[in-house]
């Protein structure tokens, strides 16, 4: 059993202080943040529910164990609940999701113990066909889809529908891992056969695939938190991404203004009641199409990566505490979101980007970029010798240059200079597995 002291703690910044034990199921990337967050503001004592051994290593070395009291591994909802109370000492105060592979078992754990749990399926919340499908039930703008168990029945609905270009990804693809963009169906047959058959990043096999049209128009992200149904919109960037041997490979995500885009913000609020995301946070992908914005994407989670770090650095409101206030203090969350968050200066983060894998030689990352006005910091740690694989999603990004500034010509100069930097090889050197030298 924990040991729970007085079960108060201190509180900072003038938060509630709270009781109590918080369980977060899968605790990965920007959800390792979350149980020392906790126990700093509301002196919480955290235990972590983990949902899966097959996890891409990088995921599962962004879990922090100093951090929480004791995990339990998920096997069922009754064991899996009464382990976390015998480690508890009773059953907890609070639940909250740190990771897109830990969605559908916080639905499961909420709803076990009432802890202001989501409604209606929680499927529709990770599988991106029911996700599509609950939009259209609802009235809300969606992408013209099909799912498919084989490579035939979604050529034949891509050959039948006719949109100029396509997207094949696993139903529950996430961090972009095994989308492809399509021009014909030519590509729609081959990129079927990549996925049909390997594991996703979660570790399940891919026996269906999401065949959608792919839409035109700029590309949002829009992170939100809600508490007992009422949405509140904390922040939104937008993307640039480019193609890869037909791969979406981001390549800056850059803070923009909430209040200059309400068609974005009130069309994301209609999707997340759709999907049935009532209290904590929302990670929403769209495309602002000539018709308004259409969902790609929402994850019941915090944005990944460095995304909420981003957001506390450049918005009057933190994505984490917000977080943890919406499922620990609902009272103190009501207080916070009674403003508009706005931005205090802009922040960019430069995705960086290997045409093929091989060994590092070595790294001019930060006395490249170091010296450049807007610089915050980067996560290029690689030292000779260390391997880098070739860039085709998020996970295999092998860094990231975060540049801040008020200055917003400042920050486009150094964005722009990042990333031409990295398209030359300037960034890092690297032995590529042909044994040909140079990225």
């Known amino acids: 059993m924990l040991d729970l002291g007085d079960r108060t703690g201190s509180a900072v910044d003038g938060a509630a202080t709270a009781r109590g034990t918080l369980v977060v199921v899968d605790p990965y990337s920007s959800g390792s943040v979350l149980a020392r967050r906790a126990k700093e503001v509301y002196g919480l004592t955290s235990v972590a529910v983990l949902t899966s051994e097959t996890l891409p290593a990088a995921l599962v070395a962004t879990y922090p164990a100093e951090d929480f009291g004791g995990d339990v591994r998920f096997s069922d909802v009754l064991t899996t609940a009464a382990a976390v109370e015998d480690l508890c000492g009773g059953r907890p105060e609070f639940l909250i999701c740190g990771s897109e592979p830990g969605v559908e078992v916080f639905d499961l754990l909420a709803a076990h113990w009432g802890l202001r749990p989501n409604s209606g399926p929680s499927e529709v919340r990770r599988d991106k066909f029911l996700m599509q499908n609950r939009l259209r039930d609802a009235g809300i703008r969606y992408i013209p889809h099909h799912k498919a168990s084989d490579a035939e029945s979604a050529v034949a609905w891509a050959a039948a529908s006719g949109p100029a270009e396509y997207v094949v990804k696993p139903v529950k693809s996430f961090a972009t891992d095994g989308v492809y963009f399509c021009a014909d169906v030519h590509e729609v047959r081959a990129a079927c056969e990549r996925l049909f058959g390997r594991l ?41 991404k480019e193609t890869v041997d037909g791969n979406p490979v981001y390549r800056a995500m ?10 974005v913000a009130a069309y994301v609020e209609q999707a997340l009641t759709a999907l049935g995301i009532e209290s904590g946070p929302g990670h929403s992908e769209l495309i602002l199409t000539a018709d308004g914005p259409v969902l790609i994407e929402t994850g019941a989670r915090m944005h990944g990566g460095l995304g909420a770090t981003l957001v506390d650095e450049s918005s009057t409101h933190s994505l984490i505490d917000l977080t943890l206030a919406s499922r620990v203090a609902p009272d103190e ?8 968050p706005s931005l205090r200066k802009g922040v960019v983060e430069c995705f960086l980007s290997a045409p093929q894998a091989g060994a590092v030689t070595a790294n001019r990352v930060r006395e ?11 996560t290029c740690t690689q030292v000779p010798g260390d391997r880098i694989e070739k860039t085709v999603d998020l996970i295999t990004s092998y860094g990231r240059v975060v540049l801040a500034h008020a200055d917003a010509g400042a920050l486009a100069r150094d964005m722009a200079h990042v ?7 300037s960034l890092v050197e690297v032995l590529a ?5 140079g990225r």
């Open 200 to 240: 996703d990043l979660a570790g399940e096999l891919i026996t269906e695939v999401l065949v959608q049209e792919r839409l035109v128009g700029p590309e949002f992200v829009v992170d939100s938190v809600s508490l007992d149904g009422v949405h509140f919109i904390v922040d939104m960037f937008r993307y640039t």
């Open 333 to 340: 969350f009501r207080a916070r979101t009674g403003v508009r």
């Open 254 to 263: 850059s803070a923009v203004e909430v209040g200059d885009h309400p068609d």
């Open 368 to 378: 490249a970029c170091g010296g450049l006005d807007s610089f915050l910091f980067d």
């Open 419 to 425: 990333l031409e930097l990295d398209r030359r090889g």
């Open 433 to 437: 597995d042909t044994g040909v030298h």
